[in-house]
Every structure is written in structure tokens, then in C-alpha cells.
């Protein structure tokens, strides 16, 4: 597999285009695991807000000017 490239610019304008190193690599997989893992928890977050607005009968709109 390829890993993705890395992109250097320069203070002089410079460019450099290489591919990344094997800790850089080995990072970047932990990174996207992780995010994945956050995106996960944003939409687990999300549902349960809008399955307890359901179960109220309000609104998101209602429910921030019940806490303003």
C-alpha cells in the first residue's frame, strides 16, 4: 500500500512532496481511528438528544429558550 504524501513548503517557496515516513504512517492510522471513533460518538450524542426532544414534544428551538 502507498502511503499518503507529505507536502513541505519552504519559507523560499520551496516544495516538497514526499511520502510519509513509517511513524508518520503509523500515526496517521491512529489518528483516523480516532476520529472515526469521535464521529461515532457525535451521532450516538446527537440521536439521543433528538429521540429526548421527541419523547418532550418540544422543539430544538424550544428546548434552547427553555434553558435561556
Known amino acids: 500500500m502507498n502511503k499518503p504524501m507529505v507536502r513541505i513548503i519552504e519559507l523560499d517557496g520551496t516544495v516538497i512532496d ?3 515516513t ?3 504512517f503509523a ?3 491512529k489518528d483516523q481511528v480516532a ?3 469521535e464521529l461515532a460518538e457525535v ?3 446527537a440521536k439521543a ?3 429526548l ?3 418532550l414534544g418540544i422543539t430544538e428551538d424550544e ?3 427553555l434553558l435561556s
Open 18 to 20: 514526499r511520502e510519509m
Open 22 to 24: 513509517n511513524a508518520e
Open 27 to 29: 500515526q496517521y492510522k
Open 35 to 37: 476520529f472515526e471513533a
Open 43 to 45: 451521532a450516538v450524542k
Open 49 to 51: 438528544k433528538q429521540a
Open 53 to 55: 426532544l421527541e419523547r
Open 63 to 65: 428546548a434552547k429558550l
